[in-house]
């Protein structure tokens, strides 16, 4: 579905990524993990149009994106989630949602939350819409509360809806379990297999291990921009370049916070 052929980036000097090669299958979810500055949120960005890939090709249902506008390739049917997390705090759960979906409708966002006159039937199916995406990630209850009222881990869920809204085939999550308790985990990790079971085709950046293993078909392992490795988590759990580029890394912080801890 989506493919990722030699692709490479550079910022003046600082070579990210190089010859990186990805391939998406449709209907699955796959998981892009990789030590902190590895590159993994570049890539998003390549996909995604905010920035131009310097060497290689990114196609998307077999269509070439070079050269498109985000909310170009937005209509194509591909949307994301950002690590940062990107809400209206001022407006109302369902208006988050609603505002995603302009993209789709015949007329912007502010026309919508106006609720001009000659749009009233095309903006209760949106809000019925918006308040079904939202029962996906189970913020329905709360559809009227102002976005700024609700815990870390709750707006996580709520750009997950909005991502949604813009009825995208492939979904990028970058960082989803960021700041969220287990409980909070376990809840949004049944949530994304019930969305993938809807058809949906999803790509994650996650640190969480438990996560993306138990949640990944696929995983592949980024690491001083090159892919280092890819397969199930079994595989990837036991490949020796893993352990010692990711895993042992972090054992190597687990040891120095011990030692740490103890002088
Ligand atoms: N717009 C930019 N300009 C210059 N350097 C950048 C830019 N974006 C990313 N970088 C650099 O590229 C490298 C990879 O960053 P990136 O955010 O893709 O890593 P990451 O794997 O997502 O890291 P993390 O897990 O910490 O989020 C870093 O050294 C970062 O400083």
Same mark, same amino acid.
């Given at each position: 579905m989506l493919q990722l052929n030699a692709v490479s980036r550079h910022f003046g000097g600082l070579q990210v990524l190089q010859g990186v090669d990805l391939d998406i299958p449709q209907g699955g979810i796959f998981g892009l993990i990789g030590p902190n500055g590895a590159g993994k949120t570049t890539v998003f960005n390549l996909i995604t149009g905010l920035l131009p890939v310097t060497g290689g090709?990114?196609?998307?249902?077999?269509?070439?994106?070079?050269?498109?506008?985000?909310?170009?390739?937005?209509?194509l049917g591909l949307a994301r989630t950002f690590q940062n997390i990107r809400i209206f705090k001022e407006m109302s759960l369902l208006e988050n949602v609603m505002v995603?979906?302009?993209?789709?409708?015949?007329?912007?966002?502010?026309?919508?939350?106006?609720?001009?006159? %000659?749009?009233?039937?095309? +903006?209760?199916? #949106?809000?019925?819409?918006a308040r079904e995406l939202l029962s996906w990630v189970k913020l329905d209850h709360k559809a009227h509360d102002a976005a700024d009222n609700l815990s870390y881990g709750d707006q996580r869920k709520l750009e997950?809806?909005?991502a949604l809204a813009t009825d995208p085939r492939l979904l990028l999550l970058d960082e989803p379990v960021a700041g969220m308790n287990s409980t909070e985990k376990t809840e949004l990790m049944h949530e994304i297999e019930n969305i993938q079971r809807?058809?949906?085709?999803?790509?994650?950046?996650?640190?969480?291990?438990?996560?993306?293993?138990g949640l990944c078909e696929q995983i592949a392992v980024l690491n001083f921009g090159r892919i280092i490795a890819q397969g199930n988590a079994e595989q990837i759990k036991n490949d020796p370049q893993v352990i010692e580029a990711y895993l %042992?890394?972090?054992?190597? +912080?687990?040891? #120095?916070?011990?030692?740490?801890?103890?002088?």
């Open positions: 090709r990114i196609s998307f249902d077999g269509r070439d994106l070079a050269g498109l506008k985000p909310h170009e390739i937005t209509r995603g979906m302009h993209a789709h409708l015949n007329y912007g966002a502010a026309g919508l939350l106006l609720s001009l006159g %000659g749009f009233r039937a095309e +903006e209760k199916r #949106a809000r019925d819409r997950l809806a909005r809807r058809g949906y085709t999803i790509f994650m950046i996650e640190h969480d291990m438990r996560f993306v293993m %042992g890394r972090e054992e190597d +912080e687990a040891t #120095a916070d011990e030692e740490g801890a103890a002088a």
